[in-house]
């Protein structure tokens, strides 16, 4: 089992007149609870709210699917008072920026009181509880052999049911003509204008090379691949991730035209084509898998900048796909993004935009609609300058 620290953290409580402790596991990296309480089907979802909203932890003791309808009952209380079912709309931001900083503050209360609901496991990731479920693959797949007994977040352990399905079902992407399986941890390609662009934008001349920098679930190295380009180098410095597209790669036969590096943005050497599509927001992430969403002070988005010039073979290109939903939040300006581009000795060639068709894009009751409303998806061609 993964763990956040090479010290285990521990979660204490008393049961039946006995000092009692486990493993606490996170992957979210959120400390254990200082005060546990034990549960069962007895607890109702009112005082269990008032409890996890004052930072109590409620051990549930009772019947797994109990445990899923109080989680669903907590859900619902935390929704109703972040303004959601109430009849009276909650008080508009006053900008963009507030409406977002509003809605991650929501985010991460809401997310903080529904992890306080536990569940133990066994050394075996089996939950000795009624009615559980067996998720000893999912759980195996999410954090490797396990070696002892611990407690985790019924939400969390939901999350890696779902993350499991969505890993055995897929993802289909449609220039492939193939489906990409996301594993647990690494972001899934959901949102397929960009992977559109990646195979449509012509490469440059005499593309034998290209490096795709922070490879994910290796969907756009597998795009570059089939587009003929003989040696794809890929990096990431996630192992989940590395993993997740060595399988990938191998499913759709590509394994041998893509070769996969540890490392924190580029290979050694120069390639005719660099592709990097970094996380958009610039904003600290509350959990592992946000890191595919969020770049605290844009630090991959600049490191890519800076050092791409000196990794492009002559007459090379770099393609930076990056929507502008930082700029619609006033998170990131679109001049701060040139000025960075031209300080890393880089020009911009051209830019192909394409807008974002995701189910959030037309959803009027979203906190953020009237940025993902305007939302622009680029492929912005970079070269250095001359």
């Not at 493993?23 to 979802?45: C, F, L, Y």
């Amino acid at each position: 089992m993964q763990t956040d620290s090479s010290t285990p953290q521990l979660i204490h409580w008393t049961e039946n007149g006995e000092e009692r402790s486990a493993r606490w596991h996170s992957e979210s990296g959120m400390p254990p609870p200082k005060r546990v309480q034990i549960a069962d089907d007895t607890t109702n979802a009112d005082t269990a709210y008032r409890l996890a909203c004052e930072g109590t932890a409620l051990l549930w003791r009772g019947d797994f699917q109990n445990a899923r309808q109080l989680l669903q009952a907590l859900a619902r209380r935390a929704d109703h008072k972040h303004g959601k079912g109430k009849k009276k709309a909650p008080k508009a931001a006053a900008s963009p920026t507030e409406a977002f900083h509003l809605h991650r503050q929501a985010q991460s209360q809401r997310a903080r009181t529904l992890a306080m609901l536990l569940i133990p496991f066994e050394a075996d990731y089996s939950i000795p509880l009624r009615r559980a479920p067996d998720v000893k693959l999912a759980c195996n797949e999410a954090y490797g052999r396990g070696s002892e007994p611990f407690v985790a977040s019924l939400r969390e352990l939901l999350g890696l049911i779902g993350a499991h399905e969505w890993r055995k079902s897929g993802v289909e992407i449609p220039v492939l003509g193939a489906r990409i399986h996301p594993h647990y941890g690494v972001f899934s390609p959901v949102r397929g204008e960009y992977v559109q662009l990646v195979a449509d934008v012509p490469l440059p001349k005499k593309t034998e090379t290209a490096f795709d920098i922070g490879v994910g679930t290796g969907v756009l190295s597998a795009v570059l691949a089939r587009r003929g380009i003989a040696r794809v180098i890929a990096t990431d410095q996630d192992r989940r991730a590395l993993s997740c597209a060595r399988e990938n790669l191998a499913r759709l036969d590509l394994q041998d035209k893509v070769e996969l590096m540890e490392a924190d943005l580029f290979p050694p050497g120069q390639a005719q084509l660099v592709v990097c599509n970094p996380p958009w927001v610039p904003a600290r992430p509350s959990s592992s898998i946000e890191y595919a969403v969020y770049d605290p002070d844009s630090r991959m988005l600049r490191g890519f900048l800076d050092g791409l010039a000196a990794h492009l073979a002559p007459g090379g290109e770099g393609w930076l796909i990056l929507s502008d939903l930082a700029e619609h939040l006033g998170l990131r300006p679109r001049e701060q993004l040139l000025e960075w581009i031209a300080a890393a000795g880089l020009q911009v060639a051209d830019r192909h935009d394409v807008r974002p068709v995701h189910p959030r894009a037309s959803d009027a009751s979203d906190p953020l609609h009237a940025a993902r409303a305007a939302e622009l998806t680029s492929l912005w061609r970079l070269q250095a300058a001359n």
